[in-house]
């Protein structure tokens, strides 16, 4: 499979390492000088919405602010330029990807998109995951920049396979929930080497890019175009359902349709891990994330952070529902809290939950901060 990052001319290299380049200055410069004037203010805000009225008073808010929307456009540009350029190269590519690996690809073009998926360009992307062929791949050479290259070869997602996921020596099935162009589902295969893996997702271009690059890996997962709300899978098929940066893309109303589908698709004793955002405590810092979603055109973070997941779990019949902190850089899974860190960066944290078995009563979950 090509690599664009190996294609990619003198100019547009350029234009890709600037475009780093200030997101890391924003994160590692700007975002600590918000926070240093916030202090030197002297105001101590009780609620995010309090907070949030304060972080728009900051004189540096406003640069802040800037700088994030403007470099977030320009790495699409720079990504769907560098894509659409080689569209004909790609698209021969992915009608003549290598079989093989013993996966499968089963798109539904009459599957029906939720508006509340499609009424949106989601981080800002035009035409955002799914509306053209190509989209995938402006999409994959997108995200490598804005998780500022930490997740070049699936860093975050084998911290997550590694330090989130159970020992499952029998597990026959495994299935991802929004697994978009197939970097969260290709780790799984080697932590669950006997399972059958399954990657749900909405977006047909994000499959079929996914399916061909496992196959050009010689790793066997089925792709699936479906709902995570409705995957149509049996019940009581799956050892484990995961998802990764996914529940925060949806209103509350399908965040619970998805969990509850994840507890019809366990079997008892299977396992529910989702890799997600939540709410820190520190109101300034937890509104600086509210108005990352407003800027990039991710509405439904305010969905899933006044959500009561938990209480969801548990209403889908899960016990022991719980959320714990995850340090993508090293330690994935941190029971005890993300530590100290001066630079901006995505709360991450997973929600864990179990399917009961017949005999065994439903648990109260706690929420670890």
Known sequence: MIDIEDQLTLDERSRTDYILGLRKQWSATVYPALVREHAAAGRQATTVDEATEQLRELSLYPWFSHLERVQ???????????????????????????????????????????????????????????????????????????????????????????????????????????????????????????????????????????????????IAIAYLQADGRATGLESGSCD???????????????????????????????ALRFLEFQATGDPFRDATIIEHAERNNEPFFHDLFGSDTLAMCREAGLTDPSWSPFDERRDGVRPDGWGERTEWHFPWAVLSATKPDAEQPNAEGTEAR
């Open 72 to 218: 977030q456009k320009m790495l699409w540009r720079a990504a769907g330029d560098a894509v659409l350029s080689r569209r004909e190269t790609l698209t021969a590519q992915l009608e003549t990807a290598p079989g093989g690996a013993g996966g499968s690809l089963t798109l539904d073009p009459a599957l029906p998109l939720p508006s509340w998926y499609t009424d949106y360009d989601i981080h800002i992307q035009p035409g955002s995951f799914y509306s053209d062929a190509m989209s995938a791949y402006v999409y994959e050479f997108g995200a490598r920049i804005v998780m500022l290259r930490d997740n070049d070869g699936y860093k975050f997602h084998t911290l997550f396979t590694s330090t989130a996921l159970p020992e499952l020596p029998g597990a026959r099935r495994v299935v991802d929930i929004g697994c978009g162009f197939g970097k969260s589902t290709r780790p799984l295969a080697g932590r669950y080497p006997d399972a059958e893996i399954i990657g749900v997702d909405l977006a047909a271009p994000g499959l079929t890019l996914a399916h061909a690059e496992a196959e050009a890996e010689g």
């Open 240 to 270: 484990l359902v995961t998802g990764t940066m996914v529940l925060h893309e949806m209103p509350a109303d399908a965040v619970r349709e998805t969990l509850a589908e994840a507890a019809r698709l366990l079997r008892p004793g299977g």
